[in-house]
């Protein structure tokens, strides 16, 4: 009989886990690319930390120019022109794979830096086949990784959540051609 009551208990505390989380997902509005359910704003867990410890990071919310329209559909939002890497210019998405989305994500200047910027206008990719060369960091706290170029992994481009499997790669940080 204690082994029931053990059980039970154990049972309690998980169902309310869910409960919680089932609310929370419930409140966050959701927007969709393709058919795909985003969520309106995603940052980089390691920098939401950081809120609590503002010392542990130096977050900069970086002043960008939106895409013109020689580089963004403007009637689909997909991309019109390839996306390289702006060290090394490796092509790294190739036109009509992705599509530009506002959703704010706050990515580190460098892997293992304590600055990271809060960005605004991002690539969606919802498939990671889509990309012509890129790399992906190790996990993260199991929640995302990070993604650089492929040939120079000189810096974060991106960030790939590993549950919904969506990638974005910032405007600011690839060059067009």
């Known amino acids: 009989m204690s082994d029931k009551i053990s059980e039970q208990d154990n049972q309690q505390p998980q169902q309310q886990q869910e409960v919680v989380e089932d609310q929370q997902q419930q409140q966050t509005e959701n927007v969709e690319v393709e058919g795909i359910p985003i969520e309106d704003i995603h940052k980089d867990p390691n920098v939401d930390n950081a809120f609590a410890d503002a010392s ?3 977050i900069v919310t970086k002043t960008e120019t939106s895409p ?3 580089i963004v ?3 689909n939002k997909k991309l019109s022109k390839r996306i390289h890497c702006r060290r090394c210019e490796c092509i ?3 036109p009509n794979n992705a599509s530009l989305v506002e959703k704010e994500i706050a990515l580190l200047n460098q892997k293992g830096s304590d600055s990271a910027e809060l960005l605004k206008y991002m690539w969606f990719l919802p498939d990671m086949f889509q990309f012509e060369n890129i790399a992906f960091s190790k996990d993260v706290k199991s929640q ?3 993604l650089t170029c492929a040939e ?7 960030v790939h959540y ?3 499997k ?4 910032s405007h600011d940080r690839v060059v067009y051609k």
Request: charged share 20%; glycine share 4%.
């Open 144 to 146: 995302y990784k990070y």
């Open 162 to 164: 590993i549950q919904s």
């Open 68 to 70: 013109t329209s020689d």
């Open 92 to 94: 790294i998405i190739l």
């Open 73 to 75: 559909n403007d009637s």
């Open 152 to 158: 120079c992994e000189s810096e974060i481009i991106g």
């Open 56 to 58: 542990n990071f130096n």
């Open 166 to 169: 969506e990638n974005y790669i």
